[in-house]
């Protein structure tokens, strides 16, 4: 089955900073790759997605890009803000079945 | 257009019981999912349920099981509860496109505990 890594864990960084969340995948026919975040307490929300024929997509201040052939893809979110605090995941799915991430805490200090 | 609802929102249960889960998907959707999800873990796909057949199963024994109705609502009954299921439960519904899979939105989850 598909394998999905997720990296760094945690990530601290100063408002105003950029922050990359990399993630990796083992199944080549996987095919759509969601970003959400999870606040404490709160169900998972999706942020942004991109699709295996799309190198990158960008919303905002938020951009996923997707390496096909290494077959990791990444979330950039740029000009934090505390409010772009909480648990990202990513995921990786083929024939909507989804397989997530352990997960990045992510932490933006004022 | 209404989302994703789970119930019950919390439940206590004791080693060896059994417990159903309730799930109704987004309108519109045909397609329920339910994940497990650990404390500090990401979601684990338990199973996938479409017009009311399972479509799909990640690496959880048979004492998950599932129920799709005509509605498309879902329920996950687990038996035989041990410690290691306590967990939030996770149901998300999206639209099976056949080989385009559609975007998943969660419902709120139910926070399992086994004692």
């Known amino acids: 089955g598909e394998n999905v890594e997720q990296h760094p864990s945690t990530l601290s960084v100063q408002e105003g900073d950029s922050a990359v969340i990399k993630c990796t995948y083992s199944d080549s026919a996987s095919n759509y790759f969601p970003w959400y975040k999870q606040e404490l307490g709160k169900r998972p929300q999706l942020i942004i997605d991109?699709?295996?024929?799309?190198g990158e997509k960008k919303d905002q201040r938020i951009a996923v890009t997707l390496n096909k052939t290494a077959k990791h893809f990444s979330l950039h979110i740029t000009e934090t803000q505390p409010e772009d605090s909480a648990v990202y995941f990513c995921a990786a799915s083929f024939s909507n079945q989804f397989y997530f991430g352990t997960g990045t805490s992510l932490t933006v200090i004022p | 257009e209404t989302g994703v609802t789970q119930s019950p929102t919390h439940l206590i249960k004791t080693r060896g019981q059994q417990v159903t889960l309730r799930c109704s998907s987004q309108s519109g959707h045909n397609t329920v999912s339910w994940y497990q999800q650990a404390l500090g873990q990401g979601p684990q796909f338990i199973f996938q349920?479409?017009?009311?057949?399972?479509?799909g199963r990640g690496n959880f024994p048979p004492r998950f099981s599932g129920l799709q109705f005509p509605n498309y609502s879902s329920e996950l009954n687990v038996n035989a509860l041990e410690l290691d299921d306590s967990a939030l439960y996770l149901c998300a519904s999206s639209l099976d496109g056949g080989a385009t899979t559609y975007e998943q939105y969660f419902g709120p989850g139910t926070r399992l505990t086994v004692t």
């Open positions: 349920y479409y017009r009311e057949e399972e479509n």
């Open positions: 991109i699709r295996s024929n799309v």
